[in-house]
Every structure is written in structure tokens, then in C-alpha cells.
């Protein structure tokens, strides 16, 4: 795979969804599901299945595929986990707010391509192989991070998933319905899953360990459990000036507390603890806020210790919110367990890729939903600052093509 392959297609795909820069700012990337990048995004798959001759679909949540049926199939290994079935490859459209380009993107356009690697090598297939977009992964919109791949492995209560808002008030419901979709046929695709004999997503690196190494392209051993918490911060709203000290409960305070609590649980744990998001209530100047909202995003490398930066964590700021007397709620949004890739499917793709490095990852994929029901597993392509969710977030030319030609050889191996 040459570099100008890679950036023929992936010049198509760029300026989707590009966010004008603010204040010097770069904009990054706003591709938020059922919007209109969204919808842009999904006519350039479409585009792309046809141009290959690939079968297109949509399934009952949204999610998209791009299917290379095999001419006749064949059990190529008889004991494998799912001796039958396709191999499914891809990742998602979608961004966080002002997020990064390679962040979802990377992993479609390099399915696409090593497609057209297979096909110019004139390949065989004995398993049909797939191309997947599935849709709202970031949660970016309506809150629930691998909304697509959750509701096709039932993984989320359809009717909670309709229910679901974004910062407008804009229910799932009625954005899919806007933009031409059902959403009463949301649920659960045990048919479809049934066909998958394994899943492969590539995915740009978050973070920055390939730096400086030998090979471009690694393999996930597992994602850390990880999970987002929502939390309410109540006091009286009053004024700003004319209210004594001692007479405020200001919800603001406690939730100060709570930001530094998070970061400081984390550190002692050995974890990772974010709060990047806050709704303020009446959000005046010149008055105390009665309510805030905001969302805390805890991270650990098991289970144990992410359990220990919660249990600290609401301990701390409940005693503080008392001495505050404010109140203070915390809901879980979505909780996701430690994921352990197939450790046969891993080790198999680390060897074909010559030894590749085997590392975990502290980010969440549909990968990482879908290894619950079919062989999965998840090469990152090297990301020389480590940067994502952000502007910056960037990767070579050279590395992307490397990608390709991994993710080829991978697709080679399983399918043909
Ligand atoms: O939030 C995550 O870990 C992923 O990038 N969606
Ligand atoms: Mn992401
Ligand atoms: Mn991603
Ligand atoms: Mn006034």
C-alpha cells in the first residue's frame, strides 16, 4: 500500500465535519451522529461500497456495512471459536466535540483500502469479510459511548437508547426519525452477530507508546475497565454581592472540590480521573449557581483499583458536600468492564505482523463491546504525539499505509 493511495482517499474523507478554528484555535472535528457531517460521512461509505462492487447495508440501529461476499465459503479452520462466518473490520464516524481526524475515520478508510489491496492481489476469499461504521461511539451526542454496537449486542435497553438527549433536548428518537431513520426498530441483531467468525478494528494509537519504536502498528491486549458518572451539585441560587459567606451553599465550591477529589483518588489509586464537562445553572456573572451538572470519566487499569478511585471518590466529596451543605448526587451513565482481547486471535495477528508490540489500551472501542460475543481484536496505528480528542491528534502518511498493509495481511489470514 502506497502512501498516495492512502491519502487519495483519505483527502475524500478529511474535510468532513471539519470545525472552523476559534480564537486561533484549531477546530478539530465535529461529527456528531445524525447531524449533517454525520449524514455526509454515511453517503461516502455508501459511495465507497459501490465503488467496489461491496454489498451496502444498514441494520435496524444505524450501523453501516460494506460486504465482499465469498464466491463459495469454506471452513478454513474447523476448530476455530466460529469455524463459519465473516470477518468484520472497521470503526466509527463519529467525534467528541472539536475531537481529532483519525480518531473512528482512520479505521474505515483502512478497511476500504485493504480491501483494495486483497482485490489487486486478485485474493479468494473463503469468508465473506465486512466493513463496518458503527454509529454514536464517542456518545459525543446523547451520552452513551458504542451506542451502535451496544444496541446490536442488546447491550442497551432499546427503549433507553430511544429516550436519550443530547444538549438541545433532542431525543435519539427524533434525530434518527429526522434523518430518515426507524428508531422503533432499535435492538438487539443476534442474526447478524451469529454470521461474525471475528472483528477487527484498527484505530489510531491514543497516547504515544509506538513513539519511537521499531514497528508502526501494535495489538491490543485488553482496554482498561472504565466507566462515566453523572453529577449533581445543588445549592440556593442568590446574589452574588449582597449574599454573606456564611449564609451561601454554593454548589460551585463543592464541585471544585470534586474536580480536584477526582484527580487526586486517581493519582493514589493509579488510575485516571477526568471531569471535562459542566452544565452551570443559572450561569450568571453576578449570582450563585443552584444547580451543577457535570460528568466524571474514571479509568484504572483493573477492576479493583477503579473501584477503589469511586469508592474514595464519593466518600470525599459527599463529607464535602455536607460541610458545604450542598447535595450532591452521582448516577453511573455507562460502566464498561475490563476488556481481554482473544489472546489465540492476538498472539496469531502479533506474529503475522512480524512481533508486533502487544499493549493495552486505556481507551474504549466497539471492539471493545463486540468481544463479548466474537473473536475480537484491535491493531493501533503509531500516533507520534500521542494526542486524541483533540485537534492535534496526528499521524503519518507512512504509518497510515503501514496500517493498511497490516490490516491487508490480517483480512488475508482470516478470510482467504
Ligand atoms: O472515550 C474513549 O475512550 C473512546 O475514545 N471513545
Ligand atoms: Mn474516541
Ligand atoms: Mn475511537
Ligand atoms: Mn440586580
Not at 451522529?33 to 455526509?40: A, G, N, Q, V
Not at 446523547?142 to 433507553?160: E, N, Q
Not at 509506538?210 to 491490543?220: C, I, K, R, T
Amino acid at each position: 500500500m502506497d502512501t498516495g493511495e492512502f491519502r487519495r482517499l483519505w483527502n475524500e474523507i478529511e474535510p468532513i465535519g471539519r470545525a472552523a478554528s476559534a480564537g486561533g484555535e484549531p477546530g478539530g472535528y465535529v461529527r456528531f451522529s445524525w447531524t449533517e457531517p454525520d449524514l455526509d460521512l454515511r453517503t461516502w461509505f455508501h459511495t465507497q461500497a459501490k465503488r467496489r462492487g461491496l454489498r451496502y447495508e444498514e441494520d435496524r440501529n444505524g450501523n453501516l456495512y460494506a460486504w465482499w461476499d465469498a464466491e463459495k465459503e469454506q471452513v478454513i479452520d474447523p476448530d476455530a471459536p466460529h469455524p463459519h462466518g465473516a470477518v468484520l473490520t472497521g470503526s466509527h464516524f463519529d467525534s467528541v466535540p472539536h475531537g481529532g481526524a483519525y480518531d473512528g475515520p482512520l479505521g474505515i478508510v483502512s478497511a476500504f483500502l485493504a480491501v483494495d489491496q486483497l482485490k489487486a492481489d486478485g485474493a479468494i476469499l473463503k469468508r465473506p469479510i465486512g466493513i463496518a461504521a458503527f454509529t454514536e461511539e464517542e456518545g459525543g451526542r446523547f451520552g452513551v459511548p458504542c451506542l451502535g454496537s451496544r444496541l446490536m449486542t442488546g447491550a442497551i435497553d432499546p427503549g433507553r437508547a430511544r429516550a436519550l438527549t443530547d444538549p438541545d433536548g433532542v431525543t435519539l428518537a427524533e434525530a434518527m426519525s429526522e434523518a430518515g431513520g426507524e428508531p422503533d426498530l432499535l435492538g438487539p441483531d443476534p442474526e447478524r452477530l451469529a454470521r461474525l467468525a471475528a472483528f477487527i478494528e484498527l484505530h489510531i494509537e491514543q497516547g504515544r507508546a509506538l513513539d519511537g519504536s521499531e514497528s508502526p502498528v501494535s495489538v491490543a491486549t485488553a482496554i482498561w475497565p472504565h466507566g462515566r458518572w453523572r453529577m449533581v451539585f445543588t445549592g440556593t441560587a442568590d446574589h452574588a454581592g449582597t449574599t454573606r459567606l456564611p449564609d451561601r451553599r454554593d454548589p460551585m465550591l463543592t464541585f471544585a472540590f470534586a474536580v480536584l477529589a477526582a484527580r487526586k483518588e486517581a493519582r493514589i489509586a493509579g488510575g485516571v480521573a477526568t471531569v471535562g464537562r459542566v452544565e452551570v445553572e443559572p450561569n450568571a456573572t453576578n449570582a450563585i449557581a443552584s444547580t451543577v451538572t457535570a460528568w466524571l470519566d474514571a479509568r484504572a487499569p483493573d477492576e479493583a483499583v477503579l473501584s477503589e478511585i469511586l469508592e474514595g471518590f464519593v466518600s470525599k466529596v459527599s463529607e464535602r458536600a455536607g460541610r458545604d451543605s450542598t447535595g450532591f448526587e452521582i448516577s453511573p451513565e455507562s460502566e464498561t468492564p475490563i476488556v481481554e482481547f482473544d489472546a489465540s486471535l492476538r498472539d496469531r495477528i502479533a506474529g503475522l505482523l512480524g512481533g508486533a508490540p502487544i499493549l493495552p489500551t486505556a481507551a474504549g472501542h466497539d471492539a471493545g463491546v463486540l468481544s463479548a460475543h466474537v473473536p475480537t481484536a484491535m491493531l493501533f496505528v503509531r500516533n507520534p504525539h500521542g494526542i486524541s480528542h483533540a485537534p492535534g491528534e496526528a499521524a503519518s502518511d507512512e504509518d497510515c499505509a503501514a496500517g493498511v498493509a497490516a490490516l491487508a495481511a490480517v483480512l488475508r489470514d482470516l478470510a482467504c
